[in-house]
């Protein structure tokens, strides 16, 4: 295999094959066949795996507790262009040994952040222009770009929420920056994570003053964008809380409510990742469905919680009951729009060879592919869906159809109650369609 950079990171190992579900080999695919087709689309092109500059490339396994245990070798480069053009030659190298097509990032994830404002934007033009020469020998695309408007101290109060104008300020011409990046590098979407978007405490915050500033930056951004020709689709993360107390974005409801709050329902949709959704109290079958019913179902943040833990551990996905269940509503609701699925995942702290980045990818992406085959499955070879329309089947003709189309009126429903009499129960039959999944599996 041709090498992208003339210095090989990953040395070794070579691109990750599919061998199937009888393979030994841990540098193989045992489930993720990218040309196998799945419910009309091949799984490539159903899941479009990207991989996340921030965890990959960055995280180096420091935690509260401790520094990094990661020893990046294109951390070692004193010079802040010289260490970003060495980052980008591994994370091509990476990307393509896996036989991804996508990859996406924070602007500070492809060079460090400089001094001023000015030299920032300096940094990020170069880099810009060297990962475009990255991409065009590779092949490999930009799932989307983003801003990283919270780890800088200047933040810790907000970004577009922050009581201090010259900070939102701040923010907007950071959030420019990141989205001329994007568009210079053809990124089919954009990605607004309100990592400080929220509070600490209501006794010193003007929650209603703040949400309108926030609705109307989200809007001053998409109309910047659409004026540059931009015409990907813009992505809303939901968090409930951590880093902040609470966040704005705290699940799917709350930003679908938010977004025609504010007149954004057109342009954005929603990134929805399985560690946040367990925060929230909800599964990630949950979340999706919530963004599904609104048309909103725009991308996903692949990752777990630890479940016995409540703050956020990004670890690569492995609960196939979880990932089976949500390619349910994948699949039902004709999958993302626009987007794809990016391992917003880190190895952990004590796994500290560079092949551990294999491992945790090819796990990710094939508990994923299982899980789809699984739910097709399910919809398409057992009484999954005949169980499902059996218990609305009372609204498929007569009175209940017709209240569905706006036939009746609460005098309707009142007379029917009362020539009804008493109802037998109908079972929900939850054991059974458990059962179901648990077959497939």
Same mark, same amino acid.
């Given at each position: ?35 196998? @087709? ?10 479009? %795996? ?14 509260? %507790? ?23 030659? *591994?994370?091509?190298? %990476? ?32 880099? @810009? ?29 907000? *970004? ?50 703040? #949400? ?113 269940? *949500? ?8 999958? #993302? ?85 008493? #109802?037998? #129960? ?16």
């Amino acid at each position: 295999m041709a090498l992208i950079g003339n210095t090989e990171f990953y040395k070794g190992i070579g691109e990750i094959p599919f061998e199937g579900k009888e393979s030994d080999n841990p540098l193989a695919f045992k489930y993720y066949n990218p040309e196998q @087709v799945v419910a009309g689309k091949t799984m490539r092109d159903h899941l479009r %795996f990207a991989v996340a500059y921030w965890h990959t490339f960055c995280g180096v396994g420091a935690d509260p %507790f401790g520094p990094g245990t990661q020893n990046f070798p294109w951390d070692n480069f004193s010079d802040p262009l010289d260490a970003a053009k060495a980052k980008a030659d *591994a994370a091509f190298e %990476f990307i393509t040994k896996m036989g991804f097509d996508y990859f996406c990032f924070h602007d500070f994830d492809l060079v460090r952040e400089g001094s001023t404002f000015s030299e920032s934007e300096k940094r990020l033009s170069s880099i @810009v222009d060297y990962i475009k020469e990255k991409k065009a020998a590779s092949g490999v695309k930009l799932l989307w770009g983003t801003a990283n408007c919270f780890s800088h101290p200047r933040y810790m109060n907000g *970004a577009a929420t922050n009581p201090d104008f010259n900070v939102l300020a701040r923010a907007g011409g950071q959030i420019k920056l990141a989205l001329d990046a994007t568009m210079a590098l053809d990124g089919e979407n954009y990605v607004f994570w309100g990592g400080r978007e929220g509070y600490m405490s209501l006794l010193n915050t003007d929650m209603k003053r703040e #949400l309108d500033h926030m609705g109307r930056f989200l809007a001053t951004a998409r109309d910047y964008a659409r004026k540059q020709g931009f015409k990907g689709t813009f992505f809303i993360e939901p968090k409930p809380m951590e880093p902040m107390k609470h966040q704005y974005d705290f699940d799917a409801a709350t930003v679908v409510g938010f977004l025609h709050q504010y007149g954004l329902q057109d342009d954005f949709k929603l990134n929805l990742e399985v560690n946040h959704a367990t925060l929230a109290s909800h599964t990630m079958q949950h979340e999706m469905e919530v963004a599904a019913a609104h048309g909103m179902l725009g991308s996903i943040d692949a990752n777990r919680g630890d479940y016995q833990n409540g703050w956020d551990t990004d670890q690569f996905p492995n609960n196939i009951t979880e990932v089976t269940e *949500a390619m349910l509503t994948f699949l039902k609701a004709g999958g #993302l729009q626009g987007g794809g699925i990016n391992f917003d995942a880190k190895i952990r702290r004590n796994s500290t060879d560079l092949d551990d980045v294999f491992h945790a990818h090819i796990g990710g992406a094939d508990t994923f592919a299982r899980a789809l085959l699984i739910a097709d499955k399910i919809i398409t070879s057992s009484p999954y869906n005949e169980l499902r329309e059996k218990r609305y089947q009372s609204f498929d003709s007569g009175k209940g159809k017709e209240y569905e189309l706006g036939k009746l009126d609460m005098t309707d429903l009142y007379e029917i109650a009362k020539s009804n009499g008493e #109802l037998e #129960l109908q079972s929900g039959k939850q054991e059974l369609f458990e059962n179901i999944v648990n077959q497939y599996i």
